[in-house]
Nanobody, 116 residues
Framework: VQLQASGGGLVQAGGSLRLSCAAS????????MGWWRQAPGKEREFVAA????????YYAESVEGRFTISRDNAKNTLYLQMNSLKPEDTAVYYC??????????WGQGTLVTVSS
């Protein structure tokens, strides 16, 4: 599966962004999907994940209640709705797919910058 993330940009603190991840290739609907992020000078960290059907979601504590992960298997697309953004959310965001943990296949990142 090939993944391409989009939707990043510059936003003020408290604002919202919606990231998308378009998948090409077969079997998107069979993969567990996730979003990860990497801030400057820091290691990549988990943000959110969703199972193959969309019936189960998981969030990092730092984004719980502010971010929502979803998927549309008919459109082969993964989403991340980000609300109440904070400067510490500034990072390059990556989408990923996997058979068990969503980190086997990676897309290119999309930069999110939150200004204070």
């Amino acid at each position: 599966v090939q993944l391409q993330a989009s939707g990043g940009g510059l936003v003020q603190a408290g604002g919202s962004l919606r990231l998308s991840c378009a998948a090409s290739g077969p079997s998107f609907s069979t993969y567990h999907m996730g979003w990860w992020r990497q801030a400057p000078g820091k290691e990549r960290e988990f943000v959110a994940a969703i199972n193959w059907s969309g019936g189960s979601t998981y969030y990092a504590e730092s984004v719980e209640g502010r971010f929502t992960i979803s998927r549309d298997n008919a459109k082969n697309t993964l989403y991340l709705q980000m609300n109440s953004l904070k400067p510490e959310d500034t990072a390059v965001y990556y989408c990923a797919a996997g058979d068990v943990v969503p980190r086997d296949y990676w897309g290119q990142g999309t930069l999110v910058t939150v200004s204070s």
